[in-house]
């Protein structure tokens, strides 16, 4: 989300939405937010909304992949981070049947790096 001054209406924000793209800009104070996306978006799909002076928008990503970070140059993610926040994810949950080839090897490794953690023989801070 993005801070939003205290007492902001919708009508007080532009919000611009590309397949490339983010700009919010507040119309007395101009561009609060702006920048290119890491990867495409759908943006005919796109939405906001403004709850509690915090401006919130969705964004559907044009393609399957993670996202190491939010626009290009961006601060990114390591691979444990994004591992993370799939498996905390309940709406991205298969069942083994539904999982394509390479999640399952993904899941494969997944499941021996825990058991090198538990065993101690890698530090759970040491992949990336």
Known sequence: ????????????????????????????????????????????????T?????????????????WKSFYEGGEEKGHLEIWREINEDEDSQKTWDE???DEK?????RAEYDQMVAEGLVHPD???
């Open 1 to 48: 989300y993005i801070q939003a001054p205290r007492f902001t209406k919708p009508r007080d924000l532009h919000v611009e939405i590309t397949p490339t793209r983010l700009a919010v800009s507040l119309h007395w104070y101009g561009r609060v937010f702006d920048g290119p996306l890491r990867r495409r978006v759908k943006s005919s799909e796109a939405v906001w």
């Open 99 to 101: 999982l394509t080839p």
């Open 50 to 66: 403004l709850e509690d002076d915090e401006v919130h928008v969705a964004l559907p990503k044009d393609d399957a992949y993670f």
């Open 126 to 128: 040491d992949i990336d």
């Open 105 to 109: 090897k993904q899941a494969m490794e």
